[in-house]
């Protein structure tokens, strides 16, 4: 597992995701023109349009070059992402100060506690009496970013999965960094996951 740390503009936050690519991208290769795979219909989204344009630019400082049309390109390049929320259900002591910090993710069933009353078999009342507690729910959002580069004649070159989790619900703040972190150190060692950070305004 390699790191690597990349700056688009600021340092305010930092995104870090996973990322493998896998490879087997020519060591002279001249042409590369490329066209965008059309996407499904109910994917040809202005979202879809609006990553579509971020991978544009990365692919540009690659070196790459947009051709006319696929009929003039060398390359086919497509992409596919999505965003998972997973809500948590989380309960605090309405007195921090006395009873101390607990939540319990309804997701993964796990239970964790810092309250005095919890031992191995949970709460009980006998021990400090009966305890008032607030309940929310917080959200973590799982996205994936996949961007694949095959040849005119549909063999795969490169292809990367970026995975970044968060607590952010806004998609379009953090697909800039998972698309950056697509081509970090492009086109880098093939099949070996990396972390990879980000900093963005």
């Given amino acids: 597992m ?12 930092t995104i870090r995701s ?4 896998f490879h087997e991208w020519p060591a002279n290769l001249q042409d590369k023109s490329y066209a965008f795979v059309t996407p499904s219909p109910e994917n040809d989204t202005l ?8 991978l544009r630019a990365e692919l540009a400082k690659q070196g790459f070059g947009e051709a006319s049309g696929p009929d003039s390109a060398n390359l086919r ?22 009873y101390g910090p607990g939540y ?4 993964y069933g ?9 031992g191995r078999f949970g709460y009980s009342p006998f021990f400090y009496g009966p305890m ?12 994936e970013l996949r961007v694949t580069i095959d040849d005119r004649n549909g063999k795969k070159l490169y292809d990367v999965t970026v995975q970044s989790s968060s607590t952010k619900r806004a998609t379009p703040e953090v697909m800039p ?17 990396r972390k990879v950070e980000v900093k963005v305004e």
């Fill in 77 to 98: 390049v497509s992409m596919g992402f999505s965003t998972t929320d997973f809500p948590e259900r989380v309960l605090q002591a309405a007195d921090p100060f006395f």
């Fill in 47 to 54: 979202e879809y349009r609006n990553y579509q344009n971020l």
């Fill in 18 to 21: 996973d990322v493998t690519a």
């Fill in 132 to 143: 008032d507690v607030e309940e929310s729910v917080r959200h973590k959002y799982e996205r």
């Fill in 177 to 193: 960094a998972m698309m950056a972190s697509a081509f970090a150190d492009f086109p880098g060692r093939s099949g070996v996951p």
């Fill in 110 to 118: 796990y239970r964790y506690g810092a309250w005095p009353g919890y």
């Fill in 2 to 13: 390699t790191a690597l740390t990349v700056l688009l503009t600021g340092c305010a936050t």
């Fill in 104 to 107: 319990w993710p309804g997701r």
